[in-house]
């Protein structure tokens, strides 16, 4: 039968040893994209974060696969072997790299070198030393690292750029020996992530978050620092909606109050006298139409009140020389016709006639002061209420 006993070929998905083991990407290959100009990371080595930078250096190489080439795991091919070639294109590249993510002033002071492991060996006997004070340092800094006002995505930040620079200092302790059975690994990180936790809730402001943080505090087991860091920009974004509705309500009550006052403004309008134009007076009161009192005096009048029921001139003074001036704001603003009286031939607005007969004799028998005066403003043209 066609077909019987043909097996098709099969498909090599990848190449193979001569042991018939799969064979993975060689460490000497190289992407298009690397060339000696890239930037492998954004961590320069400053002198003191070696730590930081050897770690950010140690991560990129290891994603593309030559990490080997500095650690020794990948060792140098024998004189004539056709991976020579392969072994200094991979160095030459991998010293670029290296030297791209040191500061330019640093970069100055490195002897030159082929050889990636050399280089690497010489950065770290300068630099990796464990620094006693820098240590010290660290840790007075977290004691005093406060929120005071700050964000607490910020306050957060300072406090998590700390603690990665003291683990590359004083790095967890682990088992050696490979026949501990107790776990103390993860018990150490775990007693680490609680003293981390600790310094977090210390440093929050009492007023804002001294409520939240009891209750974390009061929680058996303890929360993992992850979730105590949620559960406080949680109760921050409620703290910053309560404020802004305060504040939204507080901008509206200031906009009716204010509001409120200028409609009421505009509300009062001055009485103003249909015949002389004039304002302070109506045209009932208007002495042009009812003739001047006897205290005006020579004060400047119009020529329709040539014909006024009185010629009196006292050079626009009162007897005894008293200045006339008289407060009109209420009379301005309140008109009744039960407070109306008639003295000597006038209407007067706001004060009865034993009134004005008080204010008349206290006028008169102030002999004395020249300069005497009452609280408003000044009666002139005619401006008076009444």
Known sequence: M??????????????????????????????????????????QLQGENYEEWARAVKVSLRARRKWGFLDGTHKKPQE??????????????????????????????I??????????????ERFSNVNGPRIQQLKAELAECKQQGLAMVEYYGKLKTLWDELANHEPVLRCSCGGCKCDIGSRLDKRREEEKVHQFLMGLEDVSYGTVRSNILATDPLPSLNRVYATLVQEE??????????????????AVHTGYKHKSRNEIKPLVCSHCGRTGHEIKGCFQLIGYPEWWGDRSRDEKGSNTKTSHKQGGRLRGGAVIRANTAQATTEKSSNHEEEIGGSAVTGLSQKQWQTLLEMLNGNNGSRTESMTGPHFEDADWSG
Request: charged residues 30%; aromatic residues 6%; hydrophobic residues 30%.
């Open 80 to 109: 004539g072997a056709s991976e020579m070639e392969d072994w200094w294109t991979v160095q030459s590249m991998l010293v670029s790299w290296v030297m791209n993510t040191i500061e330019p002033q640093l970069c100055s002071t």
């Open 237 to 254: 974004r409620m703290k910053m909606i309560s404020r802004t509705k305060e504040d939204k309500g507080s901008l509206m009550g200031l």
């Open 2 to 43: 066609p077909g019987v006993g043909v097996t098709p070929p099969k498909r090599e998905d990848s190449k193979k040893d001569e042991d018939g083991s799969n064979k993975g990407p060689s460490p000497y290959d190289l992407s298009v994209s690397d060339n000696p100009g890239n930037v492998i990371t954004q961590v």
């Open 111 to 124: 002897s030159y070198t082929e050889d990636a492991k050399d280089l690497w060996e010489e950065i770290k």
